[in-house]
């Protein structure tokens, strides 16, 4: 009897632990804001503006405009790195830089 009572015991908080990790990767990915221009070549998070790869750790160069990455709220601008609009913005003069 005791052993039933330890194994429901054991099960029921293993579910609990799986219901509560959604609500935990949620609350971490909204305590978190995309960068722009601040990754190194191959450590992006993810597709960029420019729309040249859709994956993770696909950068070939270094705080580009277009590649970002992931980091805690608010300190974007203390790193230097550009907002959506902003990289928006500095993605035609890249560009720009890159031909000359």
Excluded at 22 to 40: L, R, V
Excluded at 48 to 55: D, E, M, Y
């Amino acid at each position: 009897m005791k052993t039933n009572v330890l194994i429901a015991s054991a099960l029921a908080s293993v579910c609990a632990l799986g219901l509560l990790s959604p609500a935990s990767a949620a609350e971490e990915k909204a305590a978190k804001e995309k960068c722009y221009g601040i990754s190194k070549a191959g450590q992006n998070d993810c597709a960029n503006l420019s729309g040249s790869h859709s994956c993770a750790g696909q950068a070939t160069a270094a705080m580009t405009p277009d590649e970002w990455k992931y980091v805690p709220k608010g300190s974007c601008k203390s790193l230097k790195g550009l907002s959506a609009a902003e990289a928006k913005a500095a993605m035609p003069a890249a560009a720009a830089a890159k031909k000359s």
